[in-house]
Nanobody, 125 residues
């Protein structure tokens, strides 16, 4: 059974940083991708970033390019999302999601099979 466990959310002032973690378990192969999504109150969930297990593919939403960095520690089966220069509009519940196999790093949430429980990120102005 695939499980994703997020951690690292919290309250931070604008301009600050946080690092989210997504620990994955239960995959039977290395052919999968981990994506980060977020959902702000009253808004639809949006894709933020994604990284394939092999590291061959990664992407960022335009709204976070240059501020967020996705990385992984394959020995720990953990994907990180380092968020710098945070803005109040980054406030949301952040979810990690996983998809096994192709396509790598799909852009839409319905293409992901597994989801974490979410972690709240609040950026104060």
């Amino acid at each position: 059974e695939v499980q994703l466990v997020e951690s690292g959310g919290g309250l931070v002032q604008a301009g600050g940083s946080l690092r989210l973690s997504c620990a994955a378990s239960g995959f039977t192969s290395d052919d999968y991708s981990i994506g980060w999504f977020r959902q702000a109150p009253g808004k639809e969930r949006e894709g933020v970033s994604c990284l394939s297990k092999s590291g061959s593919l990664r992407y960022y939403a335009d709204s976070v390019k240059g501020r967020f960095t996705i990385s992984s520690d394959n020995a720990k089966n953990t994907v990180y999302l380092k968020m710098n220069s945070l803005k109040p509009e980054d406030t949301a519940v952040y979810y990690c999601a996983a998809r096994a196999g192709e396509p790598l790093c799909p852009r839409f949430e319905y293409e992901y099979e597994y989801w974490g429980q979410g972690t709240q990120v609040t950026v104060s102005s």
